[in-house]
């Protein structure tokens, strides 16, 4: 393939970080595992500072506190999100890191009450849940983000340039997915009170938006879905305490149409007896991308990309060298996206991943699980994002 085509696919230039114009006040409303992450970048940006901090669980913000390296006498700690945000006027931004059962109702809150929201993935647990926070996020005039962050990964981004480029022609198949071998979180994952689902939204949102984004999210149509927890019930893969408590899905597979006449075949896995379900292949009209999988997911790619062409009558391919993270990603992509956010706050921004997105990321997931659970493909009569 020649220069002047590979040249398309280098590596962007750095972006330059912007200057801090004020210090934002920000609140973290859930203090367990994946809040760590936020309160270790929130710590770094100079445009930021963590006020105050909620947690149910008596005591628990206080250790998270002192534990990350805040000064405990100036973080306010309260036992709820309500409690929090009523009682912090000034407060303008919170990052939800609870359990995913509870994330509608302290982003609407949030939202209702003037106050920016970060919001933890998955969006939601069902798609009405989603609904009715655009619907806040609608009327409160707030950004409300969701925390994609491995499309601040120069690779991700990369995937979607290649795309939009034209290179491939018009994309009328993908497979993607992914998983672990053995990797069931024990916690609060496992659990429909609290995470209402499993693989699918811990880590299938992830792989659902890398290749989205790169088509440009077209509207999801219809869903044959299918889940199974073999693995999580089994005792002698989790403990018996554990496997009694599993209710989620520790495997999911769909096929998805999508609007464009595009097709998606989708799966996703906490433990299979396989080293991965299989790598990303994006498939058009002029060439194809294969994405290699990872061995669990890192928020990037496996290795390099490949793409493939016909060029007169050789059938030609080549390699697209991995990426460097750069700007705000250079820190982390962590940091990316909560830096992303500030900025979009501080400059009449908009959200860096938008809701009119992962809604339809969304709608997929609650698709896949209305589909397993009626054994049949289901149409996704969605409501338009704008009238929301």
Not at 39 to 47: D, Q
Not at 159 to 180: F, P, W
Request: contains cysteine.
């Amino acid at each position: 393939m020649s220069d002047e085509v590979l040249s398309q696919f280098q590596a962007a230039p750095e972006q330059e970080e912007k200057k801090a114009s004020r210090v934002l006040k920000f609140g973290i409303i859930g203090t367990g595992w994946i809040a760590e992450s936020h309160a270790k970048v929130l710590l770094e940006m100079e445009n930021a500072e963590v006020t105050c901090m909620a947690d149910l669980i008596p005591g628990k913000a206080e250790k998270f506190c002192v534990k990350q390296g805040f000064d405990p006498e100036k973080v306010h700690f309260y036992k709820d999100h309500k409690e929090l945000i009523d009682n912090e006027p000034d407060l303008d931004a919170v990052c939800v890191c609870t359990y995913n059962a509870t994330h509608k109702e302290c982003t609407v809150y949030a939202l209702d009450h003037g106050v920016n929201v970060m919001l933890e993935k998955p969006m939601s647990v069902t798609i009405e849940e989603a609904e009715e926070m655009i619907a806040a996020e609608h009327r409160s005039g707030k950004i409300l983000s969701v925390g994609f962050q491995p499309r601040m990964d120069a690779n991700m981004q990369k995937i979607k340039e290649i795309v939009q480029s034209g290179e491939l022609g018009d994309i009328y198949y993908i497979q993607t997915g992914g998983g672990r071998r053995r990797g069931i979180p024990c916690s609060t994952f496992i659990e429909q009170k609290t995470a209402g689902i499993g693989a699918l939204g811990d880590i299938g949102c992830y792989s659902l938006d890398m290749v989205l984004n790169a088509i440009g999210y077209p509207k999801p149509l219809t869903v044959s879905g299918y889940k199974s927890d073999f693995f999580g019930k089994n005792p002698k893969v989790l403990s018996e305490k554990d496997a009694a408590r599993f209710n989620v899905d520790d495997f999911a597979a769909a096929f998805i149409r999508l609007e464009g006449g595009i097709v998606l075949d989708f799966r996703i896995a906490w433990a299979m007896n396989l080293d991965t379900p299989g790598d990303t292949i994006i498939m058009g009209t002029k060439g194809g991308l294969r994405i290699p999988s990872t061995e669990c997911w890192n928020g990037s790619i496996g290795g390099e990309m490949t793409v493939y062409k016909q060029v007169g009558s050789s059938q030609v391919e080549f390699k697209i060298p991995a990426c460097k993270n750069a700007g705000y990603a250079a820190k982390g992509l962590f940091y990316a996206k909560l830096a992303g956010f500030a900025d979009a706050i501080l400059n009449g921004g908009s959200a860096p991943v938008p809701t009119s997105q992962i809604y339809y990321n969304q709608a997929i997931i609650d698709g896949i699980v209305k589909s397993a659970n009626a054994g049949r493909e289901i149409e996704l009569n969605l409501k338009d994002y704008n009238s929301l």
